[in-house]
Structures are given as structure tokens and as C-alpha cells.
């Protein structure tokens, strides 16, 4: 059985600070990895995904992946109060290409004005 | 940017009727999937469809749901005979390749009383 593990939180941070939501995954063949963010009664909506080991950067995001270690993480810099809402972490099952996802509990981030 | 769209937002239905959930995929998209998330809970794998046929199904999904894109266009999940415990949030995602991201749709929240 897959597991992919989430801090649940919450997790507050000031305004103007770094976000950083961590996860964790059993599969060690997994190859995709996906962060979504899902605000209270919303839909998951993609904000990164990643597929290599190191760091991918989209604006204020960053995506950290190390498959040694079986961990991928999000930073969030400059945090908005808008970036309040729950964070998931989502596994695609090999050989499944992209979708049957395994999404983590998330995590929920709080910005603090 | 285009959506997928779902309706109705809002289900309700007394125990051991039908529902039907719809969804309108995004036009040039091929791989369908539907997917719930229990109040407070995670999200969970339903059933993938490609070439109007399902290609994957959790466990979750038996007997009494099914899937059908009767129309070309709606991409249906039914659920027959509802329980209590088929309350949740349905979302329809699509891609347009296996190894693409996928989209969610808004949701429909289905309550069964």
C-alpha cells in the first residue's frame, strides 16, 4: 500500500516568511510528484509539480525532491495571507502514469498577518 | 484558461436513492477520473476512464457506482442506491495525456440523508 505522509498541521507563519511543507513517500520507485493547494470547501489545484532531484522554482514557490531519502518538500517565500489553505502532497502509483494519485492528509497553513 | 466544470454543486438525496454527478471535461482532454474526499478527509481514487472504458478502479468503487461518457461530451459517475457514507465532496479531473497533471473540477457535494 502507498503511503504518502503530511505533517497535518496547522502550520502558522508571518506574513512576509518562508512556508515550508514537507512530505513523505513509501514508493521508492515514484517519479512524479505533485504539490496542490486546496482552500476550505475548493478543489485541489496544481501548483507544482516536480520529477527530478533538486529544486524547481515557480515565482514565490519552490518544489525540493530527493529521491534518496524518499522526500519532497514546498517553500513558500514572501507568505501571503492568501496563501492560507491546505496543502497536498500527491503520488502517482507506478505504472499509472499520472493518474491514480496518492494525495497525503495535507497540510494546513495558516499566514499570520 | 479552461476548466473543468461540474454540476450540480450542492447534491442532496435521501438514502437509497440515485445520483448522478456530471462533469464536462476540457475539450481536447482524453483521461477522465473521478475522485472524493470525506469531510476532513483525503482525497481518494475512484475509477480512470480512457476510450469509454474504465482502466482503473479503487476499491471503493463497486457495484453500486458506474461511469458512462453517454454523449461525447458529459462524463457521468452514478452512484446507485446511496449510503450515509457516500457523503463527500466528487471531483472530476482530466488530462490530456497519462503523464500530464491533472485538473479538477469545482466538485459536487453530495449529502445523503
Known amino acids: 500500500q502507498k503511503e504518502v505522509e503530511q505533517n497535518s498541521g496547522p502550520l502558522s507563519v508571518p506574513e512576509g516568511a518562508i512556508a515550508s511543507l514537507n512530505c513523505t513517500y513509501s514508493d521508492r520507485g515514484s517519479q512524479s510528484f505533485f504539490w496542490y493547494r486546496q482552500y476550505s470547501g475548493k478543489s485541489p489545484e496544481l501548483i507544482m509539480s516536480i520529477y527530478s532531484n533538486g529544486d524547481k522554482e515557480d515565482g514565490r514557490f519552490t518544489a525540493q525532491l530527493n529521491k534518496a531519502s524518499q522526500y519532497v518538500s514546498l517553500l513558500i517565500r514572501d507568505s501571503q495571507p492568501s496563501d492560507s489553505a491546505t496543502y497536498l502532497c500527491?503520488?502517482?502509483?507506478?505504472?499509472?502514469?499520472?493518474?491514480?494519485?496518492?494525495f497525503g492528509t495535507g497540510t494546513r497553513l495558516t499566514i499570520i498577518p | 484558461e479552461p476548466e473543468v466544470t461540474q454540476t450540480p454543486s450542492h447534491q442532496v438525496t435521501q438514502m437509497g436513492q440515485e445520483v448522478i454527478l456530471r462533469c464536462v471535461p476540457i475539450s481536447n482532454h482524453l483521461y477522465f477520473y473521478w475522485y472524493r474526499q470525506i469531510l476532513g478527509q483525503k482525497v481518494e481514487f475512484l475509477v480512470s476512464f480512457y476510450n469509454n472504458e474504465i482502466s482503473e478502479k479503487s476499491e471503493i468503487f463497486d457495484d453500486q457506482f458506474s461511469v458512462e461518457r453517454p454523449d461525447g461530451s458529459n462524463f457521468t459517475l452514478k452512484i446507485r442506491s446511496t449510503k450515509l457514507e457516500d457523503s463527500a465532496m466528487y471531483f472530476c479531473a482530466t488530462t490530456g495525456g497519462r503523464n500530464s497533471p491533472l485538473h479538477f473540477g469545482n466538485g459536487t457535494r453530495l449529502t445523503v440523508t
Open positions: 500527491a503520488v502517482p502509483e507506478i505504472n499509472f502514469g499520472n493518474e491514480k494519485l496518492t
